[in-house]
C-alpha cells in the first residue's frame, strides 16, 4: 500500500503556527522579490486569486479585502518541512520526501493495524507535534494515492486519511477526478486530451493500451497502469542518477557591480557544493549565466554565459567558487544591470569514483576534503547552512525584496516567539 502525505497550503500553514492571528484570515505568501503568489489560504483561493497571480495585478484586492501579505521565508519553511517529515518517518521508516510538503509512504500489506487508523494517526500526530495540517491518501499506487490525498484534503469528513482499495472507490474517485489533477498531466496534455473528449481520470483509465500509446505515447502507459490500480512508478530510482545541478536567483534590484555580482555567484557556489558533498557528487564542469531584466526593453540588454573546466572533479566549495568567479569575470561587462544570474554544474560524476589529474598533490586534495567535512558539520551544527563559509560569500537574501518577511521562529534564538502576558 503507497501513501501520499501532503501538507495543507504548506507556506501559510507555517505562517500560522507562530502567528495564531493569521488563522480564518485570507493570507498569500510571495515568492522571491515578492513576485507572484506561491501559496494561499483558503480564504484567499475564495475570493478568486489563483497561484502564481503577479503582486502588482492583485495589489489593490489584497487593499480592498485586508489580506495578509507575507515575503516568503524559505528558512522556516525548510526547517519546519524537516520536523514533518521526521514525525512521519518515526511512524513510517519507509519514506520517500518527494518536494518540501509532500512524501510518498510505503506500507506493508500484512500489517495488523486498520489503515484508517494508522492514516488519521499519522495525520494527528504531525498536527500535534508541528501544528501544521495535512492531509493522507492511501490507494495500491502512487497516482491513485495522489488522487486520495486530494479528497482527503477536499472533505472534512474523511478526517484528514482518504483510503482507495477497493475497485468501486477506484472509479468513483477517478470520476470525480478532473483529467487536469492527474499526476503528470500538464496543462497542454489536458488541452489534447480534452480535444478527444476525455475530461475525467476515470475516462482517461478505460481507454485501450492502443489509444493510449496513440495520444500520450508510450511515456503515458505507466500513468494509465497506475491509474488501473498497477503499480510501475518508482520515485527513488538509483538506475538515472542526477546529470546536473543548478542554482540561480532573480535580484531586487539591479546589479551594476562585479564585485556585489561575484559575492552572489560565490553564494550559489557555497549552496552548490553543500549539496554536491551531501549527495557524493563531483562536479566535472559548470558554467555561469547572467542576464539583464527582459522586462524592461527600455533598458541596454545583455545576456552571457562562461564555462570552465576543472584540473579534476570536486566538490570543494572553495574551488568551485575560484572557477565560478573566474567564469563570472569573462562575461561581466559594465554598463548594464543584471537582473538575474546563476551557476549551472553541466557534468556530474560520482564522488567516490574521480578521474584524478596527474599533476594534483593527494596530500593538499585530502586536506582540503576534510576541510570541507569540517565546514558541513559545524553548519549542521549551527542550524544553518552558511554559518561558515567563503570570504567572497554574501547571503543571497542580501540580493532579494522581501518588504514583509516573517522572522526564523525555529532556527534564530533572536527570533524566538515571545508571549505577551501582561494582563494590564
Known amino acids: 500500500m503507497f501513501g501520499l502525505i501532503d501538507c495543507n497550503n504548506f507556506f501559510v500553514s507555517c505562517e500560522r503556527v507562530f502567528n495564531p492571528a493569521l488563522r480564518n484570515k485570507p493570507v498569500i505568501v510571495f515568492s522571491n522579490n515578492d513576485g507572484c503568489a506561491v501559496a494561499l489560504s483558503n480564504e ?16 489593490d484586492l489584497c487593499r480592498l479585502h485586508d489580506i495578509e501579505t507575507i515575503s516568503g521565508n524559505h528558512k522556516l519553511y525548510g526547517d519546519m518541512s524537516s ?28 500489517t495488523d493495524k486498520n489503515l484508517h487508523i494508522l492514516g488519521t494517526d499519522i495525520v494527528r500526530r504531525v498536527r500535534r507535534a508541528t501544528g501544521i495540517p495535512t492531509s493522507l491518501g492511501l490507494a495500491h499506487t502512487r497516482t491513485l494515492a495522489k488522487v486520495a490525498s486530494r479528497f482527503a484534503k477536499k472533505y472534512s469528513a474523511y478526517h484528514g486519511c482518504c483510503i482507495i482499495d477497493t475497485e468501486e472507490k477506484r472509479r468513483k474517485a477517478l470520476s470525480m477526478t478532473d483529467v487536469r489533477d492527474v499526476w503528470g498531466i500538464g496543462r497542454r496534455l489536458s488541452r489534447r486530451l480534452a480535444d478527444y473528449g476525455i475530461t475525467t481520470a476515470l475516462q482517461l483509465a478505460d481507454l485501450t ?57 560565490a553564494a550559489f557556489a557555497n549552496i552548490i557544493g553543500r549539496k554536491l558533498r551531501e549527495r557524493h557528487l563531483s562536479a566535472a564542469s559548470l558554467s555561469v549565466f547572467v542576464h539583464t531584466d527582459s522586462f524592461r526593453p527600455d533598458l541596454p540588454q545583455y545576456y552571457n554565459t562562461a564555462h570552465r573546466t576543472p584540473h579534476e572533479p570536486t566538490a570543494d566549495t572553495m574551488a568551485i567558487t575560484q572557477y565560478a568567479v573566474d567564469a563570472l569575470r569573462s562575461v561581466f561587462r559594465r554598463g548594464f544591470g543584471y537582473k538575474r544570474a546563476g551557476l549551472m554544474i553541466d557534468e556530474l560524476v560520482d564522488g567516490d569514483h574521480i578521474q584524478q589529474s596527474l599533476f594534483s598533490n593527494p596530500a593538499d586534495r585530502d586536506k582540503r576534503n576534510r576541510l570541507m567535512k569540517v565546514v558541513d558539520s559545524i553548519n549542521r551544527c549551527s542550524l ?25 521562529y525555529s532556527t534564530r534564538f533572536s527570533d524566538i516567539i515571545r508571549i505577551n502576558c501582561n494582563n494590564g
Open 209 to 265: 493500451k492502443d489509444n493510449i500509446v496513440q495520444i500520450m505515447n508510450i511515456s503515458g502507459l505507466k500513468m494509465w497502469n497506475e491509474l488501473n490500480d498497477i503499480s510501475c512508478i518508482d520515485i527513488d530510482n538509483e538506475d538515472t542518477p542526477q546529470k546536473q545541478m543548478m542554482c540561480s536567483r532573480s535580484f531586487g534590484k539591479a546589479i551594476t557591480e562585479f564585485d556585489d555580482l561575484s559575492t552572489a555567484v
Open 83 to 110: 520536523r514533518v517529515m521526521a514525525i512521519i518517518g518515526s511512524i513510517i521508516p519507509d519514506i520517500e520526501i518527494y518536494s518540501i510538503d509532500e512524501a510518498f509512504l510505503t506500507i506493508e500489506d500484512d
Open 44 to 59: 484567499a483561493k475564495a475570493l478568486g486569486i489563483k497561484r502564481g497571480a503577479p503582486f502588482f495585478k492583485i495589489k
Open 384 to 408: 544553518s547552512h552558511d554559518t561558515v563559509h567563503t570570504a567572497a560569500y554574501s547571503p543571497l537574501d542580501n540580493f532579494t525584496r522581501r518588504e514583509n518577511p516573517s522572522r526564523l
